[in-house]
């Protein structure tokens, strides 16, 4: 698009004569191109700043309070709470099981952020997940647990997948990987967080148990922030109050290039959303999040118990926590940006999960105390992995439907991983826990095998793509002398991010 200011007009055309792009080998009907005049550049940039500050924040501060309320039993673990619940053998483990069963079975409600008003929807989820947090802080049996871990599974699952989603109605796809590297930067520096607050908490004596304290602290917030989510959660980028009359036209126009259509709520296209759920490159990316996911579940819980087994004391191990995630936090948002930049996802996943295998290997491989903490530091890169896969699907799913599809469908098979990572690590088998770190490193490993596959795949698409079509810079010769369509719901100028 060229940068130069213009005219706020959509108007309909009859359908282009480029045919649509044909996925999965299926050819679809073309959509009926839409002209859309070239955006104000500098208007276009204020707008999207705007929404990087009234919406990324929030939806990062609730995943923020998502992952802190998920993992903090890592936390209470070693506070006591295995002991007051006089948990036997294998008990602990089901705790975090549970909450990824009734995740993965209550995965479909994915969809609900395109069907209910998405203010209404995520602070029913948070308040949910809120409440449930809070009332852990009460409990005395195993049976109490397993049903309130149980429910926080119902509750996150009805917002952490979504967000992803509802992010890709904010953006274009070449901006995605930033806005979702920043939400998902959220779960390391929770942990950071909930690592630096347990220290706070545990450390001091207090009349109340703390781990109780410690579920009170972090849960009671969540429920605050449901009414902050009702109140200041756009439900789309056309009915955000922060926006002007000229900025929110601005907005239905780039709805327009990235949909076809200004207006995208309300219903589905279910031959759409069964396309992308059926769709080859979608299954290799629930793959890759189900290999990085049999990391990413046990670290947070396991982590504290791991290097309370390092040698170092309860406290301890719970401070020194916080700066192996917070560095997995800089990396989260630093490395999505650059493949923003360069496009270049596959390289980037490449390099991160060589360098989270290897962490896993001197884990698994090491005696001494400080290679094995510099192993978590390496380790914990998983987050950025995952920071990297959620925008590859949104980047290569063209219509809104196809994205929630993937993204379902991401989770479906991606949020398997963790019933097996919940339960690499138990008792009998430390200090050193070899068995679980050989695992996650194996699983760091295929992750890179995947991410080759998948990216040789996306090359060969882009090239019959470019034959069949023509190169990219040729249909931008062809948009200037017919005016601008919309080019991201497998338009003309759409190419697979590599």
Not at 15 to 21: I, K, R
Not at 254 to 282: E, M, N
Not at 399 to 404: I, L, T, V, Y
Request: aromatic letters at 12%; glycine letters at 8%.
């Amino acid at each position: 698009m060229e940068n130069m200011a213009g005219s706020t007009h959509v108007q309909e055309k009859p359908p282009s004569s480029h045919p649509a792009v044909q996925s999965n080998d299926t050819t679809e009907a073309s959509p009926p191109a839409t002209i859309v005049t070239t955006i104000d550049v500098a208007l276009e940039k204020k707008v999207r700043r705007k929404l990087d500050w009234h919406v990324v924040p929030l939806v990062s501060a609730l995943y923020m309070f998502a992952f802190l309320d998920r993992s903090n039993i890592g936390n209470a673990r070693i506070a006591g709470f295995e002991h007051d619940l006089h948990l036997k053998n294998g008990e602990y483990t089901w705790l975090l099981t549970i909450f990824y069963i009734s995740y993965i079975v209550f995965e479909f409600q994915g969809f609900m952020w395109k069907v209910v008003p998405p203010h209404r929807w995520a602070a029913f989820c948070v308040f949910g997940w809120g409440v449930v947090s809070t009332v852990q802080a009460g409990i005395d049996t195993w049976g109490a647990a397993m049903a309130l871990r149980f429910l926080m599974g119902v509750f996150e699952a009805g917002f952490g997948p979504g967000i992803p989603y509802l992010l890709s109605f904010f953006y274009l796809r070449h901006e995605l990987g930033l806005r979702v590297g920043m939400f998902v930067a959220a779960a390391p520096l929770a942990n950071a967080f909930a690592g630096a607050l347990a220290y706070g908490i545990t450390s001091g004596n207090t009349t109340l148990a703390s781990w109780r304290l410690l579920f009170l602290v972090e849960g009671l917030p969540t429920i605050v922030m449901a009414g902050v989510t009702w109140y200041f959660l756009p439900d789309s980028p056309e009915h955000a109050r922060f926006l002007n009359e000229k900025e929110r036209e601005l907005v239905r126009m780039r709805g327009v290039k990235q949909a076809g259509a200004a207006t995208r709520f309300g219903s589905l296209d279910w031959t759409d959303v069964i396309r992308g759920l059926f769709d080859p490159k979608g299954i290799i990316l629930g793959m890759m999040y189900f290999s990085c996911n049999v990391a990413l579940s046990s670290l947070p819980v396991f982590l504290p118990t791991i290097l309370k087994e390092m040698g170092f004391s309860s406290v301890n191990a719970q401070g020194l926590t916080a700066p192996v995630f917070f560095v997995s936090f800089l990396f989260t948002v630093i490395t999505p940006y650059i493949a923003d930049r360069t496009q270049q996802r596959g390289v980037m996943l490449i390099i991160l999960t060589v360098i989270c295998g290897v962490g896993y290997v001197v884990l698994a491989v090491s005696s001494s105390v400080s290679a094995r903490y510099f192993g978590c530091f390496l380790a914990a890169t998983v987050f950025p992995c995952i920071s990297n896969i959620l925008p590859w699907v949104l980047n290569n799913q063209g219509s809104d439907e196809r994205r929630g599809a993937g993204i379902v469908l991401l989770n479906l098979i991606g949020q398997c991983g963790p019933l097996l990572g919940t339960r690499l690590y138990p008792s009998d088998e430390a200090p050193f826990f070899r068995k679980g770190q050989a695992v996650c490193a194996a699983f760091a490993f295929f992750t890179t095998l995947l991410v080759i596959l998948l990216r040789s795949i996306l090359v060969w698409e882009n090239k019959k793509l470019d034959r069949k079509y023509g190169t990219v810079s040729q249909q931008k010769s062809v948009m200037r002398e017919e005016g601008e369509v919309a080019v991201e719901d497998y338009g003309p100028l759409f190419r697979y991010v590599l």
